[in-house]
T-cell receptor, first 113, second 113 residues
Framework: GQNIDQPTEMTATEGAIVQINCTYQ??????LFWYQQHAGEAPTFLSY????GLEEKGRFSSFLSRSKGYSYLLLKELQMKDSASYLC??????????????FGRGTSLIVHP | DSGVTQTPKHLITATGQRVTLRCSPR?????VYWYQQSLDQGLQFLIQ???????AKGNILERFSAQQFPDLHSELNLSSLELGDSALYFC????????????FGQGTRLTVV
């Protein structure tokens, strides 16, 4: 199993940069995901890291350090529509060889003008 | 649109009843995951099916069961419903051949009264 920690809530200003951290403990790491979820809607995929380093995708970047059990999601040029919950998920190998994404509780990001 | 279809979108039922939630995965995806999301909880993994067979089990109650049919659609059966079962139930699918992300359906909001 694993333990995934991320801040419960963050606030930021439109146009700014925000970094959402995620720490995890796992026994069979096989990748880390970030998802965005607006209230009452489906999570949508943002990024995936399996090797150490930074993955950049437009305004969003995600970083992974496997030795530290640490990841962050960086959001640049914040827009009001970025107000959402950001879910960190670790894909872990379960008994039987299956890989299951296990989610943290999410970080609620509030972007204000 | 993720390509994952869940029905119904909303369901209101009484305690003690039984309901069935349905999920059609993305075309070509063999793996289906079911998650429960309550108000104050993150996404809790319930169960995974791969090509018709149960592959992994998470925190799924004995009152709950699932199956995946030859056409790869899946059903989650919830019985002897309790008030605490009220939640959003998400289905996700992936091709599980090293592809990273799971794609989520829009969810079924279950309200037990």
């Amino acid at each position: 199993g694993q333990n995934i920690d991320q801040p419960t809530e963050m606030t930021a200003t439109e146009g700014a940069i925000v970094q959402i951290n995620c720490t995890y403990q796992t026994s069979g790491f096989n990748g880390l995901f970030w998802y965005q979820q607006h209230a009452g809607e489906a999570p949508t995929f943002l990024s995936y890291n399996v090797l150490d380093g930074l993955e950049e995708k437009g305004r969003f970047s995600s970083f992974l350090s496997r030795s530290k059990g640490y990841s962050y999601l960086l959001l640049k040029e914040l827009q009001m529509k970025d107000s959402a919950s950001y879910l960190c998920a670790v894909r872990d190998q379960m008994t039987g060889g299956s890989y299951i994404p296990t989610f943290g509780r999410g970080t609620s990001l509030i972007v204000h003008p | 649109d993720s390509g994952v279809t869940q029905t119904p979108k909303h369901l209101i039922t009484a305690t003690g009843q039984r309901v069935t939630l349905r999920c059609s995965p993305r075309s070509g995806d063999l793996s289906v995951y079911w998650y429960q999301q309550s108000l104050d909880q993150g996404l809790q993994f319930l169960i995974q099916y791969y090509n018709g067979e149960e592959r992994a089990k998470g925190n799924i109650l004995e009152r709950f069961s699932a199956q995946q049919f030859p056409d790869l659609h899946s059903e989650l059966n919830l019985s002897s419903l309790e008030l605490g079962d009220s939640a959003l139930y998400f289905c996700a699918s992936s091709d599980d051949r090293g592809a990273a992300e799971a794609f989520f359906g829009q969810g079924t909001r279950l309200t037990v009264v």
